[in-house]
């Protein structure tokens, strides 16, 4: 029987081991297989190099697509060092002397040009504590500024926000007001109290990162002298300014760069305080969540009542869209799992790569058609003559949508508080009637909500599913109850 080796063992073979890896390593002769990119889930791996100070010697070796974890175990009578082997499929793996640029290239420029086309695009980097996450996530930040503005039309703009998350608590990164992370009526994720701040250009950009990315929450540990201890989410978002080209319903494109903080074992936890330990419990908790949404996500579709709970974390609830079978708008996601290289994290590199790996086998996302009768995709000149046809005239439209790039999207988003007050303006309109036609224009929001979610269920497992949607719309009728309470204006009428 084997047995893993503590630390003093690790040290007292190490000799040996580097033997039995070294003649194991010699043995792969095989041209590696070449780098793929996946179709919506592109995996990588990255191993950072061993520093000068660390007494500890490599075990993980990439080939191309394949990634080996040369696992030292003892055999347990005899204390003889032995190797247990373990290899894993990615879409490629990067070792110690592989640079950020070949990252990057690798990521692809379909990635990259998503959001510019209305499509989303995350990109996610996770792992245990101290292995290189923030190196990459910051490396390509700044990669990618140029050709994301690259890809964008003339008529496109770039507005950013930077949260972190920590626990169920979101706040503004720059500012460090609160954030309320939930989904609106659309179930579309909305970060409400987070800036946007417009980003004229690739430098802008930049700079606004470095100086909100420097307010994060870090701390030194025995790990990593600036350990991320909460998850740091830039969103980059493409809007079209163009008013026909939005009124025309061109939607919003969007780029997430998402640093997570690490996981810890326990030994890395050895020196915390208790508000550290505490801290640790919520990172390790939302990562466990993620875990589960990325095990739910890969095994969709295998007929197995399988439950993704996204809605259990803000972080996987921002994170949605990745979660999802089936979207309106096509979702790419670039997982790069990081890993150290030491012999004494062998069991938490094995985890991250095995969770990186279950994400290979994810069916492909479907897409679903717009729905014509979808009030958010309804131009200005299509939602003017609904509510022209709706009341016989008696709306005025010009009151209803004042301004230039107004569409339907626009007109779903009105409170019923702001419908109301803008159909009664103009006095042909009473309060009974204008509530009546919000109720119906409500009537086809809900309806094409009702379409979508049913495509996105009939792709997903049924049970879990269903009840996951119950819950949401238990919580968001909640939610309206919480807000027409608020709202006294009906008194007026
Ligand atoms: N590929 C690499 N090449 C050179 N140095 C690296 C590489 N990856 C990481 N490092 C260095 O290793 C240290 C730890 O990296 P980093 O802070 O990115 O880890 P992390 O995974 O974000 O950790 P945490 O989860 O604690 O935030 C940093 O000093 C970083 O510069
Ligand atoms: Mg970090």
Not at 128 to 133: L, S
Not at 234 to 249: C, F, N, R
Not at 484 to 490: D, E, F, I, L, S
Request: hydrophobic share 40%.
């Amino acid at each position: 029987m084997a047995i893993k080796p503590t630390i003093q063992q690790l040290k007292a073979n190490r000799a040996a081991f580097e033997r039995l890896i070294a003649h194991a390593e010699s043995s792969v002769n095989e041209e590696p297989e070449p780098a793929s990119v996946g179709k919506d889930f592109t995996v990588v791996s990255r191993t950072r190099p061993i520093f000068e100070h660390e007494d500890s010697f490599r075990i993980i070796y990439p080939h191309g697509r394949t990634v080996t974890v040369h696992e030292p175990t003892l055999h347990f009578r005899a204390d003889k060092a032995k190797l247990d082997d373990k290899s894993f499929t990615l879409n490629h793996n990067f070792g110690p002397s592989s640079s950020n640029e070949e990252v990057y290239e690798m990521i692809g420029t379909d990635f990259i040009n998503l959001p510019a086309g209305g499509g989303t695009a995350v990109l996610f980097a996770y792992g245990q504590t101290g292995t290189g996450k923030t190196y990459t996530v910051n490396a390509i930040t700044k990669l990618m500024a140029q050709d994301l503005f690259n890809a964008l039309s003339p008529t496109q703009k770039v507005v950013v926000s930077f949260v972190e998350i920590l626990g169920d608590a979101a706040y503004d990164l720059p500012s460090h007001r609160p954030v309320r992370i939930m989904e609106d009526k659309f179930s579309s994720v909305v970060l409400d109290g987070c800036d946007t701040r417009d980003c004229p250009s690739p430098e802008a950009f930049l700079e606004m990162s470095e100086t909100a990315l420097a307010h994060r929450r870090t701390v030194a540990t025995l790990k990593n002298d600036t350990s991320s201890r909460s998850h740091a989410l830039t969103k980059i978002s493409v809007l079209e300014t163009d008013p026909v080209k939005s009124a025309g319903g061109a939607s919003e494109g969007i780029l997430f760069l998402v640093d997570l903080a690490g996981s810890e074992r326990a030994a890395d936890r050895a020196a915390h305080d208790a508000a550290r330990l505490e801290e640790a419990k919520q990172i390790n908790t939302s990562l466990m969540t993620l875990k589960d949404c990325i095990k739910g996500r890969a095994r969709q579709g295998t007929g197995a009542h399988l439950h993704i709970p996204y809605r259990s974390s803000k972080l996987t609830l921002v994170l949605k869209d990745i979660f999802e079978l089936a979207t309106v708008r096509p979702t790419r996601c670039v997982v790069v799992a990081c890993t150290s290289p030491h012999a004494a994290d062998a069991s938490h590199s094995i985890n991250t790569l095995r969770y990186a790996q279950t994400l290979m086998s994810a069916p492909k996302t479907k897409l679903l058609a717009p729905n014509k009768h979808d009030p958010k995709t309804w131009s200005k000149e299509r939602a003017c003559s609904w509510l022209t046809a709706v009341s016989k005239g008696a709306l005025n439209v010009a009151d209803m949508l004042p301004n230039e790039g107004d569409n339907g999207l626009v007109l779903s988003q009105l409170t019923e508080q702001e419908f109301i007050e803008r159909a009664t303006r103009s006095g042909k309109v009473d309060f009974k009637r204008a509530k009546a036609y919000y109720v119906k224009l409500w009537e086809f929001v809900a309806d094409a909500r009702t379409k979508q979610r049913k495509a996105v269920l009939k792709a997903r497992d049924k049970t879990a599913a269903q009840k996951e949607e119950d819950q949401f719309h238990k919580e968001l009728i909640a939610r309206s109850a919480r807000e027409a309470a608020g709202w006294t204006g009906r008194d007026k009428w």
